[in-house]
């Protein structure tokens, strides 16, 4: 009798079963996805389940989020529809840097902030933007939130970015309150870091 080969057995697992199993493949990337496509028709069928796209790893994506613009039209989609974080944070990034939206990037990098993407914190409301800050448990070690940023950057390379007049007002606001050494960016303390994280973003340093 010939033995029952792997790729039948999980071919035999409830659909629910493969679609939680695939979700968890997708979180190290969409190649390990598609080799599971390639697999067989019941993975290929489990890799559409809804858990697959909100959990499937954008990485690379988010680092360039411009190379979105022209194509992975229906993975983006897919992924924005069952609220994928990165998706998010890659919609919001283009609605705001390059097509200038406001509006829409707020929605996009507010959901990208609560479904705890790091890069999406960085927000233009100073009150939010301290509270999303603080996810990021920078007063116990502000390493999680500088690799944060270094990744925006990274993000945000090649864009054109706009210092608007709301953030300028806010800065120098911030800034009367300020009495610690403002041209010392790495050492932040709870009174300046919120302000000298906003000189950041304001002027990509």
Not at 10 to 19: F, V, Y
Not at 25 to 33: A, D, I, M, P
Not at 87 to 115: C, S
Not at 180 to 189: A, S, T
């Amino acid at each position: 009798m010939a033995p029952i080969s792997t790729i039948s057995l999980r071919e035999d697992l409830p659909q629910d079963l493969l679609g939680d199993i695939i979700s968890r493949v997708s979180e190290s990337g969409r190649l390990n996805v598609r080799h599971c496509m390639q697999a067989s028709m019941g993975l290929a069928k489990a890799t559409k389940d809804k858990r697959v796209h909100k959990k499937l790893n954008l990485r690379p994506l988010a680092f360039n989020p411009l190379s979105t613009l022209h194509q992975y039209d229906k993975l983006m989609e897919k992924c924005l529809e069952n609220g994928n974080a990165e998706a998010h944070y890659i919609k919001g990034i283009k609605e705001y840097f390059y097509y200038n939206n406001i509006t829409t990037r707020l929605h996009h990098l507010h959901a990208a902030a609560e479904g705890s993407y790091g890069n999406g914190i960085y927000r233009g409301e100073n009150g939010q933007g301290q509270t999303y800050l603080d996810k990021l448990a920078w007063k116990q070690s502000k390493s999680k939130a500088d690799q944060c940023w270094r990744n925006i950057k990274r993000s945000l390379h090649g864009v054109r970015v706009k210092r608007l007049a709301c953030y300028k007002i806010s800065l120098r606001n911030a800034k009367a309150t300020i009495m610690c050494n403002r041209r010392d960016m790495e050492n932040r303390c709870q009174h300046c870091y919120y302000y000298k994280q906003m000189v950041k973003f304001v002027f990509i340093m």
